[in-house]
């Protein structure tokens, strides 16, 4: 360990808490320096084509640095535009027309318009595109140019989160008639230009000169991402310098890091949950009952103790987060009470009850315990849960939506009607709970095309309510994205919740202190 | 034909036999697990028509022979092939004219950081273990013996990954001489890239000295009790003469097959040590390669983790057959 003299401490430590404390920037924001991350999730089979982007180092490097979408979400999460300078709706919302920003130009030169608009959300939207935002832009039925920077959109059904879905990270915008080349050099309108990128072991990047973003973000004048999926690894390179930020602390030695006085760990409370959803149309699943004696058979906050070792947030069977617009914070907690669970098996008409839960640390990590800390509490209840270890390869394909019960992960969405149609609207390829409420699905229908946010909170309050007293499933805990820092870098104090790193945008909002 | 040359063909043959026999394990292995490269590759987005799109496009719908024969053939005629993920890329771009990445070149960089962490590994490890090997020969029973035997003996029972935190626990995090991510870059000048992959080296160095210094070891001191031995050390020789001039290369054999057997280690066992200091090896790129049950890139990794065994067994066969006299010139 470096060694600080006990006064030498006092000086820089204590001072620098001391203005942290009063909620002041401990210094302005400046140009300069080169920032090294390392980060977790990087593969040999990366590239820059954002379709088929789904872990958090592609993310970071394209659409945190890169590229840029339509649409950003501040780190207060608050839609602004990115590439779009406004955007408005027609009064069902199916009719969307987007005002872009002038002047951009790509990192090839080529500057920035209607078409690439449109090519580039084709990427997503062609018959057999194998897109992951694929389901956020079939509602598309037609894209226009209206103007040499604007362009009109009409969906099949009217969806007031439009704009929003358009800051999603697969929804990169490339230069028309140049994607391959964009794809397999990474060329796009963000704040850094690639100048090396190893698949799966590092990219370098400079700041482009004179960007739209000039004097709001884009700090350092290069940066350098390392990619290090080993954990041990990733904490030792922050712990001796040779990176200032990395993501996925290891909670087991978080305490190690925070006992450090040159490393700062932050920690956000976002979208990302965990899940036990039941088939709710297999036997005994099927009965309310069932479902209200599992709900209160769960201890939440032992999990949160014991699983996240504190680094997350209970949950209330609704997977609606923290960081969504219309999260329902005021919801009655559900709480582990035997009696009530017991109580609800008697009025199933069941003395006891014995079911199987699947759960493989593929699902997440730590999910075999989960279910064996699951079938401890639900004991004292009546409820005998036999805990299935399943392997945790292929589990997504052979358990996930297979088994009546299991255990199960949700990185969240950034909107409601996103999350709800994606694993909770009937007859979507993800329900894992095929739970078919009229009313819940007629909410989420009705919500979706709504302008009115008064309105709309009101639906889904109801919904969230709805899922969580009658709902298919179980969730937990809402697991923290934990990242660490060291000392040479700095941030506003605000750290976005979406996605890990400042929702990936740590890049280009971070500064050298 | 000269008898060392007949068997560095036979074995040649035999080599490629292994090959063949290796391959066709693996290939069946990798099948066995559960889960499939798309399946592996859409995790929770594997819906039954996505992953069947992505078997379709890859051609993983084919029964199992039929794979296996369309890729040996097209080694066989030179073609390493693409990876999986390659494909799905170039199905994804929606046309026939995509230049896709061949593995040779996704291998080749890897390939040689690999070899160039053995090699480092070879030139610090080998000398230090003949030389440790031949005193504590020298010094049977001593002090230094003794030593010399508890820390190669308890460094090559504990794990590698062990070793390898032990290093950077002291090395890198306390007293922070040397860098705890071992991350070399293509234009990274050779001392600088020394530097940065010494403590992966030296990881390694601790885990094959132990097997060459016991075998220089042994082999001398089987030798000192032969007649010729003491007939030296009647005519007054020093004892290091004895052993450097008459015992050393009697013993040749051996440590050469040792030696061999520990630089083939060096190329098929680094995979651990390269995840645990991000090594862009090829160690790292085969773990990457299983995770996504990526068949191609795993089948070359294995290939070529196989040929180092074989060529360096038959490289060792070879030296110990020229360096004995007998075997030589056979009667």
């Not at chain 1, 030695?253 to 959803?277: C, D, K, S």
């Not at chain 2, 697990?33 to 987005?45: C, K, V």
Request: glycine share 8%; charged share 15%; net charge negative.
């Amino acid at each position: 360990m470096v060694s600080i003299s006990r006064r030498g401490l006092l000086a820089s430590g204590a001072a620098a808490g001391v203005l942290a404390a009063t909620g002041m920037p401990v210094a302005a924001q400046q140009r300069g320096g080169t920032l090294r991350i390392g980060l977790a999730g990087a593969n040999t089979s990366d590239s820059w084509d954002g379709r088929t982007h789904s872990d958090s180092y592609m993310i970071t490097v394209a659409h945190g640095a890169v590229f840029d979408c339509l649409t950003e979400v501040t780190a207060e999460g608050e839609l602004v535009g990115e590439l779009a300078e406004s955007w408005s709706a027609s009064s069902d919302a199916k009719t969307w027309t987007f005002q872009l920003r002038k002047g951009v130009t790509f990192h090839n030169g080529k500057p920035f318009g209607a078409d690439d608009v449109l090519e580039s959300l084709q990427m997503h939207v062609a018959e057999g595109a194998k897109s992951a935002a694929k389901p956020i832009v079939s509602s598309i039925t037609e894209m226009k140019k209206t103007g040499d920077h604007e362009v009109e959109f009409t969906l099949a059904v009217g969806n007031a989160d439009f704009p929003f879905l358009m800051s999603d990270y697969h929804i990169l915008m490339y230069p028309a008639g140049q994607i391959e080349e964009a794809i397999a050099k990474g060329i796009g309108t963000g704040l850094y230009r690639v100048e090396a990128f190893d698949p799966g072991v590092r990219t370098l990047m400079t700041r482009v000169d004179g960007h739209y973003k000039d004097g709001r973000a884009g700090w350092f004048d290069s940066v350098e991402v390392k990619a290090i999926n080993d954990s041990s690894a990733r904490m030792n390179a922050l712990m001796t310098g040779q990176v200032d930020a990395v993501n996925r602390v290891d909670f087991k030695t978080e305490p190690l890091m925070r006992a450090n006085p040159m490393i700062n760990v932050f920690e956000v409370t976002g979208n990302q949950h965990y899940t036990f959803p039941m088939l709710t149309n297999i036997s005994p699943f099927d009965q309310i009952n069932v479902r209200q004696a599992l709900k209160y058979g769960i201890n939440r906050q032992e999990m949160v103790d014991k699983i996240l070792l504190g680094h997350g947030a209970v949950g209330n069977d609704h997977p609606i987060g923290p960081a969504n617009q219309y999260y329902a914070s005021d919801l009655p907690q559900l709480e582990y009470d035997a009696d009530r669970a017991r109580h609800h098996l008697k009025k199933a008409g069941l003395d006891s009850l014995s079911i199987d839960l699947s759960a493989s640390n593929g699902a997440f990590s730590g999910a075999v315990d989960a279910a064996q800390l699951y079938q401890a509490s639900a004991k004292s209840a009546g409820i005998n849960i036999n805990v299935v270890q399943e392997p945790a390869d292929g589990y997504w394909s052979n358990v996930w939506l297979k088994k009546p019960w299991c255990a199960c992960y949700w990185s969240g969405r950034a909107t409601e009607d996103w999350m709800f149609a994606t694993a909770y609207e009937s007859g979507v390829p993800w329900n894992d709970t095929n739970w078919e409420n009229a009313r819940f699905q007629e909410l989420l229908q009705a919500a979706r095309a709504e302008l009115d946010s008064t309105k709309r909170r009101a639906q889904y309050y109801e919904m969230q309510a709805l899922m969580s007293s009658e709902g298919g499933t179980i969730v937990p805990m809402y697991a923290n994205y934990v990242g660490a820092h060291s000392s040479r870098i700095t941030n506003s104090g605000t750290i976005g919740n979406l996605w890990q790193m400042d929702s990936s945008r740590l890049i280009e909002r971070w500064w050298m202190s | 034909m000269h008898p060392v040359l007949r068997i560095t063909l036979q074995r040649l043959a035999l080599g490629v036999l292994t090959l063949v026999i290796v391959s066709f394990v693996i290939f069946a292995a990798v099948n066995l697990l559960p889960g499939d490269f798309a399946q592996a590759i859409l995790g929770q987005g594997a819906t039954p028509e996505a992953v069947e799109a992505i078997r379709n496009d890859i051609g993983l719908n084919d029964p199992f022979w039929i794979r296996y024969f369309d890729w040996l053939g097209a080694l066989v005629s030179g073609d390493l092939g693409v990876s999986y993920s390659q494909m799905m890329f170039a199905t994804g771009m929606g046309g026939e004219d995509i230049q896709l990445i061949p593995i040779t070149e996704q291998i080749a960089p890897r390939f040689y950081n690999t070899m160039f962490l053995a090699g480092l590994t070879a030139i610090i490890a080998v000398p230090i273990s003949l030389a440790v090997g031949v005193l504590a020969a020298l010094y049977r029973g001593s002090a230094f013996d003794r030593i010399a035997n508890i820390t190669t003996l308890s460094s090559i029972s504990s794990p590698e990954f062990f070793l390898a935190y032990v290093l950077t626990l002291f090395l890198a995090v306390q007293w922070q001489i040397l860098p705890s991510l071992a991350s070399v870059t293509p234009e990274m000048p050779l001392f600088e890239r020394i530097y940065t992959a010494l403590l992966p080296a030296l990881t390694l160095t601790l885990v094959v000295t132990a097997h060459m210094m016991r075998m220089t070891r042994a082999a001398i001191i089987n030798l000192l009790a032969s007649p010729y031995i003491e007939m030296a050390r009647l005519k007054g020789i020093s004892p290091i003469q004895v052993i450097v001039k008459h015992a050393l290369p009697n013993a040749l054999a051996p440590i050469i097959n040792v030696v061999a057997l520990n630089l083939a280690y060096l190329v098929t066992g680094v995979v651990v040590v390269e995840v645990v200091f991000a090594y862009p090896g090829i160690g790292n790129l085969f773990v990457d390669a299983v995770r996504s049950r990526d068949i191609p890139v795993v089948q070359i990794c294995c290939l070529i983790f196989a040929s180092a065994y074989v060529l360096l067994n038959l490289t060792a066969d070879i030296l110990s057959i020229l360096s004995n006299p007998r075997l030589r010139h056979p009667k």
